[in-house]
């Protein structure tokens, strides 16, 4: 826990700082108060990566004079993952950075991750044996795949107060779970520091939003969710390959059915942005209903109603894999199980019939 309460009290106060002082965010203002992804009212800091990055850097150098046997394990981390918080954090400054070259960037990082860490998909885990994966031609395009879909994935979700930032530390204190279970240390440390920072970057963040966590703090914290969770299960066999996938399965199955549903329902390009995801869904035709004005004040309390929801429906994913995370049929159930509730829940909601149980009353 040392790790976790460095790197949270690092990052609360560094996030403090970047709030208060406008010198330090001016041009990475959000002022776009009009596009389809935009829910909140007021002018806000976007740069919530930069206080998370420096929080996790410093709590890495901390655990790696307490442990100097982490070293380079430690800083092969930090390196790889500085290559995608890069790209996020200079089109939060400039907004010119194309989201081809971020996910290019981040496609880097794994491949870094490949070389420096052995971080490899190299087998599959089925019900009674597992597949192995010895070929680079195969393992290294679907390391590269899955680790910056990863990070791409947690961009996507980020579109509410809390929300990217309460799901992401739910998944990093599952590694850490499991990471304890079979004696990682390195795995079990990394994740409790990112935990750590993204918590106090979430004091700021939630209800209010003073601060947002920015293209920079989403493939960051997505780009160590997805290496540690390979680091994890690719090291430590015991750990079923359908552990890390159901784990990861929201933010993973959100940004595929978006990729479907843009290219094949809407004709549209999988890179052009909507307003029609899961959680801006809910936003728009589930909790209005709990707040009926639309001025700042309700439009705030709509964006902060709104996470919760999606919270519960992670941990649908998250807790069946923390509890039975060696048991592969298990896992591969719950998978199966968290595609049919997306798709029905999804659907449900885009005809106006959402259960009556996420409907709460208006307050006037």
Known sequence: MFSFLVSFIASALLTLLVIKEGRLHGPALDTDFHGVQKVHAHS??????????????????????????MTTWMLSLMACSACAFIGGIVEDYTGRVSALRRLILTMIAALLGYYLLDARIDRIDWVADAWPLPYIWLTLPLTILSVAGIANAIN???????????????????????ALQVNDMFVLVAALMVAGATAGFLIWNYPVGLIFLGDGGAYFIGFMLGELALLLVMRNPQVSTWYAALLLIYPAFETLFSVYRRMFIR?????????????????????????????????MRRNSLTSPYLWMFSLMAVIPATVFWRYTWVLMLFCCLFIISYVWLYVRIVRFKAPRWMIRHKRN
């Open 156 to 178: 996507i979700i980020d579109g509410f107060n809390g929300l990217a930032s309460v799901v992401t530390i739910c998944m990093l204190l599952s590694l850490g779970y499991v």
């Open 44 to 69: 806000v800091a976007r740069i919530g990566g930069l206080s998370i990055f420096l929080a996790v850097g410093l709590s890495a150098c901390i655990s790696v004079w307490r442990v100097p046997a």
């Open 267 to 299: 004709g549209k390009s999988p890179a052009m942005p909507d307003g029609i995801h899961l959680h801006s869904l809910i936003f728009r035709r589930v909790v209005q209903w709990a707040v009926g004005r639309k001025d700042a004040r309700a439009l």
